[in-house]
């Protein structure tokens, strides 16, 4: 892949964002306590083999049960999903919560144009929990790329900043704000993703990219860290079983569609829209924001 070739023709919508994630879990009871109890969220529908959760505006997290699977932690899927949360203070208010169940962090980074926190939940699966700082005080490279970077993330002064309200769930305007793929290689997946799928490179190292559709800082983060040359987990493996991204009209699903289907890429229709596999074998969902 040639890192300065021209930008796709047809680049995605500009209102294009991440939705729902599927998982594949062991203990759906004890996982949809977990985000219904820990993180936050709603239960908008739950049956003895699947449970869907999320905010007042729509599922972002869907657990289906599979007694019989097995991770694969170093297979391509799922590094984390990233709950954004609407500001600082509900942020520092869920830091609050998590400290009063002694739930372990597994980090916090301070990323230039977001906080965040990161967490696992009790069967492996990455967690970030963040709020975007305004975009007005976002800098940019020479290049256009977004500056990003990793410094500490000062936990006692957000708590601190954090509402003194009790938590009980997510506030309303909590979406899915990216999603951060396990992939085998960064250049196939930075092709799809920018070439093919028509959306911005936000951000490039050796071993991870960062995409996104209407100048956001990333929608899409994809990394070989654990990964490099896997393939992806057999199916009906513990773990990401697809996500999906959020068109903003008809119009702009049959873009994606024609576009992929003109490059080969085998797309199948879904009940709610389209769906693809990326190179590295992640499934995306293509589903239009009614």
């Not at 007042?56 to 869907?62: A, K, T």
């Not at 790329?145 to 990793?150: E, G, H, Q, S, W």
């Not at 009906?236 to 992929?260: H, M």
């Amino acid at each position: 892949m040639n890192e300065g070739q021209n930008q796709p023709s047809l680049p995605i919508a500009p209102a294009t964002s991440v939705g729902c994630v599927t998982l594949g879990v062991a203990d759906l009871n004890q996982m949809t306590r977990f985000y219904e109890q820990l993180i936050g969220l709603k239960i908008l529908d739950r049956t003895a083999s699947a449970t869907e959760l999320g905010v007042d505006n729509g599922p972002l997290v869907r657990l289906e049960l599979r007694p019989n699977g097995q991770r694969y932690p170093r297979s391509t899927g799922l590094f984390h999903m990233a709950l954004l949360l609407p500001s600082r203070e509900d942020l520092g208010q869920w830091l609050k919560h998590l400290v009063t169940h002694n739930y372990r962090l597994d980090g916090a980074g301070e990323h230039l144009v977001s906080e965040a926190l990161y967490l696992s939940d009790p069967e492996g699966n990455g967690i970030e929990m963040y709020r975007d700082r305004p975009r007005e005080t976002w800098e940019y490279e020479a290049n256009g790329r977004v500056k990003m970077d990793t410094l500490a993330v000062d936990l006692r002064a957000l708590v601190a900043d954090g509402s003194d309200a009790p938590f009980t769930k997510l506030p309303g305007g909590t979406t899915m704000g990216h999603i951060h793929l396990q992939v085998n290689d960064v250049n196939q997946a930075v092709q799809f993703y920018r070439d093919d799928l028509g959306m911005d490179l936000m951000a490039l190292m050796p071993s991870a990219g960062f995409l996104s559709a209407g100048g956001y800082h990333h929608h899409i983060g994809a990394n070989m860290w654990n990964s490099r040359g896997s393939n992806p987990p057999p199916p009906g493996s513990l773990g990401l079983i697809k996500y999906n991204l959020i068109l903003p009209s008809d119009e702009a699903l049959d873009q994606v569609v024609t576009r992929l289907d003109s490059l080969d890429y085998p797309v199948e229709a879904s009940e709610s829209g389209a769906e693809v596999k990326d190179p590295a074998g992640n499934r995306v969902e293509f589903i239009i924001n009614r």
